[in-house]
């Protein structure tokens, strides 16, 4: 069974720091694309960082540029999503997604996603 577990959550200060971590299990990670994506209350998922697969681009959200920065780890079979500076508006549930042979892609395209980690920015 292909499966995405992510950890790291939690709350945290404004201007705090936070680094998820997203585990395979059942599957290598080797050749999968991997996006991470948040949703805010009432809000829909909002791509905020992938990892192309197929040509090695890495995105950012704009709204993320520069603050958050996603990595793999391909010997731990993990990805991480390394977060600094962190505001409340990026407050949400974070999750992240893999597809195998793939590129960038919203919510929906990915093949396998975790069931998401928590994230609270507030003093």
């Known amino acids: 069974q292909l499966q995405l577990v992510e950890s790291g959550g939690g709350l945290v200060e404004p201007g705090g720091s936070l680094r998820l971590s997203c585990a395979a299990s059942g599957f290598s990670l080797d050749y999968y694309a991997i996006g991470w994506f948040r949703q805010a209350p009432g809000k829909e998922h909002e791509r905020v960082a992938c990892?192309?697969?197929?040509?090695?681009?890495?995105?950012?959200?704009?709204?993320?540029?520069?603050r958050f920065t996603i990595s793999r780890d391909n010997a731990k079979n993990a990805v991480y999503l390394q977060m600094n500076s962190l505001q409340p508006e990026d407050t949400g549930v974070y999750t992240c997604a893999a597809e195998l042979y793939y590129y960038c892609?919203?919510?929906?395209?990915?093949?396998?996603y975790g069931q998401g980690t928590q994230v609270t920015v507030s003093s």
């Open positions: 892609s919203g919510w929906g395209n990915y093949d396998v």
């Open positions: 990892m192309s697969s197929m040509d090695g681009k890495i995105q950012y959200a704009g709204s993320v540029e520069g």
